[in-house]
């Protein structure tokens, strides 16, 4: 780690200070790097051999022209033809059993044993004895008969019970046993005579099986063999016949050859699936040929089925032999990818620099387009190149929806551009994914630019959907596809897409934004909300900043959307602009309620070093917070590099003129970089400065929205934004408005105490009334307020209107 650390500062030391084309090294090293990234990728995407000039023509399609073989090659079956010869040569393989000899020897052997055992147990049995001079039927022990069932289920693996034992005993003591065990026998081998196979004679669908014994092959008919289930059959009649239909023997001679019965003609899978593939290979991908000079197609002719294969046919034979072509025409073809890429990232390298500069400054920017971009290849190579799937499934939404929700539409719609020329040159020329990638991008790049909620979301797919729809059935039916075709490949790619490739953008914007600091307005949308941590401390630790914020963020909303700004980042920018003053929130005159200002025992010097912390202290909170870079800007923009007037002016009386310098009581800035920013700028300083109108009404309004705006402007405070003169007029219409809305008139009504008075006045003498003193005392405080609002539109010398304190009190906001 220690070494890599080292390895970065020694390439930070290489770039340090040189210049380049009037740029940092690193600056042009970064753009670089990022610009042969694209080209790379492009380059390595793109096909491999020359791209079929004939590849717009379809089954159905007219042939504009007439087109001869250039050389004689094979014509290539379809697909659907090829796989249909390869089914019928894998079925023309009969299945290959191999004779096993030995099972029937090894059966027969085992079956004889039990046969003997069973004549030794009952001769054991048989043996009797004397009881009182008379000889006693003998009986099987039941413990013995116990012992021998186990120990046949041991050996043979067959059971029988106490009733099968009885049954050959007393056949034993009749003396029929030994007939029965030769009938058993001959039965046994006359069944094992035809062949018994391993497998279900059904699972086997040919009517002729090859049969492998002693080396030699024979193919018989599947009729002459039998599986375990015709065994069986075939034991049970010839049983029957042999038993001479004695229910109990055959029932019995049944059980014991069902038992010992076992396959000896063994399917060989490995030989067959040998065979069946050898036969698959054997079948030629080809019928016929095209003869050099030979007519295709004449102009003007449809091109049928046949047409089409040889065209195909002619496509692969251009690729293979472009493949044997020397190393001259190799090296052409890729300087002609090269340059297609290079054509492709200067083109949108030069958007930027000539209409979007700023984002051309930022490499931050460039590489979040630049990942889009591959982000967007990539997806083609995972579904054309990794999972083989039909060009329709390439999310070519995918890269223009993530660039007009990051950055905005005209870099998004210019991105779209590049991308359908590259998806087009990919897919060997294919118009069709060319067009569908510019209608169907340009479509979702629109749809999603201003997502607040989950309608305008379903709204978004809904779009995207119709514009699929439109290029799918449009290009289908100039070129005579079948409705079905288009159908499906409506619902089985551009459906799916319409769906999914939404919501995955939708969940990589998190990610992206955290990344890059890039803000979006689900974003704003979240930070809008009041319940938000940082606005709910400020409403309670500030209530007046709180207040003041939220209608500085009505005016500039309502500017922002006059002038096409951001207007909702406009008044999330200024609902977080002053969270600062929660520090010390009773030195500003929003929060203070009427109290003495805590300015009157500081110097003019302590209360703009008051005044200037609460920008520092603000970032450190939008720090802490996470807020977005976008809604940090604001905080130290919207003061830019102000004098605070009313201390200066205050200090101007009381310190030396060579000690004063005019700096210390400036904000620290930097000036407005955004047009948003700038708004509100202004919308802070009418918001602060209105306040102080006494009687407000559209004249008065007007003029001090103007001489605040025309004080900014003259400042230069403006200069560093892109806002134009004709943008500040709609703005100070849009400021008007609203603060008519916030400062409209009431109608006073008569409190009782007023009634009272007013009947006494009307039982005294006429003349005219003479005002209390008190209120000439306040209406004259109102007038000297709406002269002396601070210059700065935020510092005003606020105006107590209480009657029974009827003086000035200076204080700052």
Not at 141 to 155: A, G, P, Q, T
Not at 421 to 443: E, K, Q, Y
Request: proline residues 4%.
């Amino acid at each position: 780690m220690k070494k890599f650390k080292e390895a970065i500062e020694k390439i930070e030391l290489f770039f340090s200070g040189k210049r380049i084309f009037g740029r940092e090294l690193s600056d042009v090293a970064a753009k670089t790097a990022m610009a042969l990234v694209l080209i790379v990728m492009i380059v390595s995407i793109m096909p491999s051999e020359r791209p079929f000039e004939y590849s717009n023509l379809n089954v159905g399609s007219i042939a504009r022209e007439e087109i001869i073989a250039p050389f004689t090659f094979p014509i290539i079956k379809t697909e659907k033809v090829l796989e249909t010869e390869r089914q019928e040569a894998r079925e023309s393989i009969s299945p290959v059993f191999r004779f096993n000899e030995e099972t029937v020897k090894i059966q027969t052997i085992k079956l004889k044993n039990l046969l003997n055992e069973l004549t030794a147990f009952f001769q054991e049995i048989s043996k009797t004895r004397p009881v009182d001079g008379k000889e006693k039927v003998p009986v099987p022990e039941v413990s013995k008969v116990d012992s021998l069932i186990n120990e046949l289920v041991v050996k043979y693996d067959i059971q029988l019970n106490e009733q099968d034992i009885s049954f050959l005993f007393g056949l034993f003591k009749q003396n029929k046993f030994d007939q029965f065990s030769t009938n058993l026998i001959d039965l046994f081998e006359d069944v094992y005579s035809i062949g018994l196979l391993d497998t279900d004679k059904k699972a086997v669908s040919k009517e002729q099986i090859s049969i492998l014994r002693n080396g030699l092959e024979e193919e018989v008919s599947i009729d002459q063999v039998g599986d375990r289930r015709e065994a069986i059959n075939l034991f049970r009649e010839k049983a029957k016949t042999l038993l001479k239909n004695d229910r109990d023997q055959y029932q019995l001679a049944e059980d014991l050859g069902y038992a010992f019965l076992v396959p000896n003609l063994i399917l060989d899978r490995e030989m067959t699936r040998a065979r069946q593939e050898k036969a698959i290979k054997g079948v030629p991908t080809t019928s016929g040929f095209v003869h050099e000079n030979q007519r295709i197609i004449d102009s003007h002719e449809i091109v049928t089925e046949d047409v089409y294969q040889k065209l195909q046919s002619l496509a692969v034979a251009l690729a293979e032999k472009t493949e044997t072509r020397s190393g001259w025409y190799r090296l052409l073809f890729y300087i002609g990818k090269y340059f297609f890429a290079i054509v492709m990232v200067l083109i949108i390298g030069a958007y930027l620099y000539y209409y979007r500069l700023k984002l051309y400054n930022q490499n931050k920017m460039l590489l979040l387009i630049t990942t889009i971009f591959l982000l967007q290849f990539l997806s083609v190579v995972l579904m054309q190149d990794i999972l083989g799937w039909d060009y329709l499934s390439i999310p070519i939404t995918l890269g223009p929806m993530l660039l007009s929700m990051l950055l905005d539409a005209s870099v998004a719609f210019m991105g779209t551009v590049i991308m359908s020329l590259v998806f087009g040159a990919i897919s060997g020329n294919n118009f069709h994914l060319t067009l569908m990638a510019f209608v169907v991008g340009t479509i979702a790049l629109f749809s999603v630019q201003k997502i607040r909620n989950r309608g305008q979301m379903f709204k978004a797919i809904l779009y995207i959907l119709i514009g699929y729809a439109v290029v799918n059935f449009s290009y289908g039916f100039i070129h005579y596809e079948p409705f079905r075709k288009m159908l499906q490949n409506f619902a089985y790619f551009e459906l799916p897409n319409s769906v999914l490739v939404p919501t995955a953008v939708f969940l990589l914007i998190g990610i992206f934004e955290k990344f890059f600091d890039v803000t979006t307005d689900i974003t704003l949308l979240e930070l809008s909300d009041l319940n938000h941590p940082l606005l709910k401390r400020l409403s309670v630790e500030a209530p007046g900043t709180f207040h003041h914020s939220i209608i500085v963020g009505n005016l500039a909303e309502a500017a922002a959307k006059e002038i096409g700004a951001n207007s909702l980042l406009a008044r999330v920018g200024c609902y977080y602009h002053d969270i600062g003053k929660m520090q010390l929130s009773e030195y500003f005159v929003e929060n203070q309620s009427g109290a003495v200002s805590k300015h009157e025992s500081l110097t003019p010097s302590m209360s703009s070093l008051i005044l200037t912390k609460h920008v520092r202290a603000g970032l450190e909170m939008a720090e802490e917070y996470n807020l977005p870079l976008a809604v940090k800007k604001f905080i130290p923009e919207h003061h830019g590099t102000s004098i605070m007037s009313y201390f200066y002016h205050k200090a101007q009386e009381s310190m030396d003129p060579k000690d004063l310098n005019e700096n210390d009581f400036r904000y620290p800035g930097p000036r407005p970089q955004s047009k948003e920013t700038a708004i509100a700028m202004l919308s802070d300083a009418v918001e602060a400065a209105s306040r102080t109108l006494a009687n407000p009404n559209l004249q008065r309004l007007s003029i001090l929205v103007e001489n605040l705006i025309e004080k900014r402007f003259q400042e230069g405070e403006l200069d560093e934004c892109d806002i134009t003169l004709r943008e500040l007029n709609k703005i100070k219409s849009a400021f008007v408005r609203v603060l008519m809305g916030i400062h409209h008139l009431r109608i006073e009504y008569p409190s009782e105490e007023k009634n009272q008075e007013k009947q006494v006045k009307t039982k005294e003498p006429a003349g005219e009334s003479i005002p209390a003193e008190s209120d000439v005392q306040e209406n004259k405080s109102q007038k000297q307020a709406g002269k002396s609002a601070n210059e700065d539109g935020k510092q005003p010398v606020p105006v107590n209107h209480a009657k029974n304190n009827g003086g000035k009190k200076k204080n700052s906001s």
